[in-house]
Nanobody, 120 residues
Framework: QVQLVESGGGSVQAGGSLTLSCVASGNIFRIVAQGWYRQAPGAQRELVST???????DYADSVKGRFTISRVNAENTVYLQMNDLKPEDTAVYYC??????????????WGQGTQVTVSS
């Protein structure tokens, strides 16, 4: 079993910054990719940013230049540094990971979500 635990959400004013973190624990053989998604009220869940095992990174166009994803492999932890936050960034942010739990089996896992609220 694999667990993802997020932290770092909160409320800030527009232009402010927050850093989210997500720690993966449990039966981890290899992490293929980690990333962040978000879901605003009444909207579908959308990709924010991902980083794969090779270091490849993707960002949603709406956050490019403002958000930075990083990871500490030894700690199975991924971070999302969010700068110049805007009210439209308000959402529940979910950590996501694709993890091999042994040499052949893998799964996709989600954290419980952390609220980010940006006021104007």
């Amino acid at each position: 079993q694999v667990q993802l635990v997020e932290s770092g959400g909160g409320s800030v004013q527009a232009g402010g910054s927050l850093t989210l973190s997500c720690v993966a624990s449990g039966n981890i053989f290899r992490i293929v990719a980690q990333g962040w998604y978000r879901q605003a009220p009444g909207a579908q869940r959308e990709l924010v940013s991902t980083i794969n095992a090779g270091g490849g990174i993707d960002y949603a166009d709406s956050v490019k230049g403002r958000f930075t994803i990083s990871r500490v492999n030894a700690e199975n932890t991924v971070y999302l540094q969010m700068n110049d936050l805007k009210p439209e960034d308000t959402a529940v942010y979910y950590c996501n990971a694709r993890i091999y739990y042994d040499a052949r089996g893998w799964g996709e896992y989600w954290g419980q979500g952390t609220q980010v609220t940006v006021s104007s």
